[in-house]
């Protein structure tokens, strides 16, 4: 049972590239959170899915895109990255949104030069 | 904007010392989260309190929860230096477009002296 699993651990980007980040969990979880947490700003919340093929915007949706075509895969699309994406990116899991908390991936860290 | 707003932003102890931390929010909830994050690492839920309950325990943290203040606080007693992380409070929304999102607050770095 791994969890959540992101991948890549790191990443460093040219301003303009374009990457995916990957969130995988195997807990069968229907809720699916993306977030980023910068110095001084806590977490927030970029895409949400509430379900395969349902998702939503969040606090700062500008600048990303997501699907959720499974229930185990939600990854995060750079469109064109930019030095403010610079940041630490965690994908989120929970079974419903009243009764349980989420489990939490181990983070990407995203540079963008 | 952030929902939740914690006080204080950071708090400096001695093992032994009890801990407390509050959390305030703005708009109605199911229920809010307190998460625990050491330095570099992904967050870990500690405990989840519903909004028509008013104190929870788990082990050495006692969390409480007034909707009438829109605030909450988490106390961890006996505290250790393993307990030394940041501590985040999360609210999950109660309606509208809102409903279910979980919303962070920014913190409170918590530090305990051996």
């Known amino acids: 049972n791994a969890g959540v699993t992101q991948t890549p651990k790191f990443q460093v980007l040219k301003t303009g590239q374009s990457m995916t980040l990957q969130c995988a969990q195997d807990?069968?979880?229907?809720?699916m959170s993306w977030y980023r947490q910068d110095p001084g700003m806590g977490l927030r919340l970029i895409h949400y899915?509430?379900?395969?093929?349902?998702?939503d915007q969040g606090e700062v949706p500008n600048g990303y895109n997501v699907s959720r075509s499974t229930t185990e895969d939600f990854p995060l699309r750079l469109l064109s990255a930019a030095p403010s994406q610079t940041s630490v990116y965690f994908c989120?899991?929970?079974?419903?949104?009243?009764?349980?908390?989420?489990?939490f991936g181990s983070g990407t860290r995203l540079t963008v030069v | 904007s952030q929902q939740g707003e914690e006080d204080p932003q950071a708090l400096s102890i001695q093992e032994g010392e009890n801990a407390t931390m509050n959390c305030s929010y703005k708009t109605s909830i199911n229920n809010l989260q307190w998460y625990r994050q050491n330095s570099g690492r992904g967050l870990v839920h500690l405990i989840l309190?519903?909004?028509?309950?008013r104190e929870k325990h788990s082990g050495r943290l006692r969390v409480t929860l007034d909707t009438s203040k829109k605030s909450s606080s988490l106390l961890i007693t006996a505290s250790r230096a393993a307990d030394t992380a940041s501590y985040f409070c999360a609210t999950s929304a109660a309606g509208g477009t809102s409903y279910g999102k979980l919303t962070f607050g920014q913190g409170t770095i918590l530090t305990v002296h051996p």
């Open positions: 989120a899991s929970s079974p419903d949104r009243i009764h349980y908390g989420y489990t």
């Open positions: 309190i519903r909004s028509n309950e």
């Open positions: 899915s509430v379900g395969a093929g349902i998702t």
């Open positions: 807990m069968n979880h229907e809720y």
